[in-house]
């Protein structure tokens, strides 16, 4: 079975920085996009940044220039760089990949469980 758990959240002041990292286990044979969402409390979800498996970068517009994504293939591990932390950045963040499972013919949509990120004003 397929897992994606992600590791990084924290509480931190603002103009700080923290670096969010999801890992995929289980029996995977390929990943497609990769990427990030967020949800504030009594808000949606929303996608902050997105890599696709060549490398191309997506970002929110509230998040350029202050947020990086990037991934590792060999480590099945999408990173997420953030810096210049406000408090509007507050959420949780979610790790989510398409994966094609082996045994399988299709990618599927997998997400993580979530990490908490603080940043108070």
């Known amino acids: 079975q397929v897992r994606l758990v992600e590791s990084g959240g924290d509480l931190v002041q603002a103009g700080g920085s923290l670096r969010l990292s999801c890992t995929a286990s289980?029996?995977?044979?390929?990943?497609?996009?990769m990427g990030w969402y967020r949800q504030a409390p009594g808000k949606q979800r929303k996608l902050v940044a997105a890599i696709t498996s060549g490398g191309n970068t997506n970002y929110a517009d509230s998040v350029k220039g202050r947020f990086t994504i990037s991934r590792d293939n060999a480590k099945n591990t999408v990173y997420l760089q953030m810096n210049s932390l406000k408090p509007e950045d507050t959420a949780v963040y979610y790790c989510?990949?398409?994966?094609?499972?082996?045994?399988?013919?299709?990618?599927?949509?997998?997400w993580g469980q979530g990490t908490q990120v603080t940043v108070p004003s």
């Open positions: 289980g029996s995977i044979s390929g990943f497609d996009a």
């Open positions: 989510n990949a398409a994966i094609l499972e082996r045994g399988t013919y299709y990618y599927g949509d997998y």
